[in-house]
């Protein structure tokens, strides 16, 4: 089971991480994974993950490419996790700062595109 990782390439799933790259808060589109932007795009969804895994998974690739615990992207992450976890109401206002930061990232032109 031991895999040999380069230093600046270590990941705990198939996701890689990019050492070099993390918390720059600059983020292309296309340095998104495909699974982590799918489940970043199901999040903005009418139809959202269900599997609070998933969504940390994702969480996770935004805390460490992202803006660290400032990033929208991690922050709706962990608060839809949350929902899941307690079936309490997510934060409506979080939801609609992290569409805006869906659009400013570039994954659409519109908030409403992503829904």
């Given at each position: 089971m031991s895999q040999r990782q380069h230093a600046n390439d270590v990941s705990v799933d198939e996701i890689p991480i990019d050492i070099s790259n993390t918390q720059s808060g600059e983020i292309e589109p296309g340095e998104v994974p495909a699974e982590i932007e799918s489940i970043t795009r199901g999040l903005a969804s009418e139809q959202p993950p269900t599997n609070p895994l998933v969504v940390l998974k994702a969480a996770r690739w935004w805390y460490i490419h992202g803006k660290g615990?400032?990033?929208?992207?991690?922050?709706?992450?962990?608060?839809?996790?949350?929902h899941l976890a307690t079936d309490t109401p997510s934060d409506v206002e979080m939801f609609d700062e992290y569409l805006k930061?869906?659009?400013?990232?570039?994954f659409a032109d519109e908030p409403h595109e992503l829904r």
């Open positions: 615990g400032s990033d929208p992207a991690f922050r709706w992450a962990i608060e839809w996790a949350r930061y869906l659009v400013a990232v570039g």
